[in-house]
């Protein structure tokens, strides 16, 4: 079975940066499509930033020139690099993944098959 395991969250203050990871382990990693996304209370979740299976990767534009994303097929691994942190950045980060036959990237939430449980970023002085 899937299972995904993010780390990384935690608090920093405005302007900082933060630096997620998630490990999927349960199957063969390189056959996913992975992407990250986040949610606020009261609020839908969103997506922040995917990355394919060959590597092409497409961010939210709160998130372009701020964040990176990349992966480690060896390691089974996405991670998301967060710079310039605003308050607005606060919320619960969680990774996805959808098992995909072709290279393409996925940002809707109904699409994805297995999550991970979250990490919490907080953004504040």
């Known amino acids: 079975q899937v299972q995904l395991m993010e780390s990384g969250g935690g608090s920093v203050q405005p302007g900082g940066s933060l630096r997620l990871s998630c490990v999927l382990s349960g199957d063969t990693y390189s056959r996913y499509s992975m992407t990250w996304f986040r949610q606020t209370p009261g609020r839908q979740r969103e997506w922040v930033a995917a990355?394919?299976?060959?590597?092409?990767?497409s961010y939210a534009d709160f998130a372009e020139g701020r964040f990176i994303v990349s992966r480690d097929n060896a390691k089974s691994t996405i991670l998301l690099e967060m710079n310039n942190l605003t308050p607005e950045d606060t919320a619960m980060y969680y990774c996805?993944?959808?098992?995909?036959?072709?290279?393409?990237?996925?940002?809707?939430?109904?699409?994805?098959?297995?999550w991970g449980q979250g990490t919490q970023v907080t953004v504040s002085q």
């Open positions: 990355i394919a299976s060959d590597g092409d990767t």
């Open positions: 996805a993944a959808k098992r995909s036959v072709i290279a393409a990237l996925y940002l809707s939430a109904r699409e994805f098959d297995f």
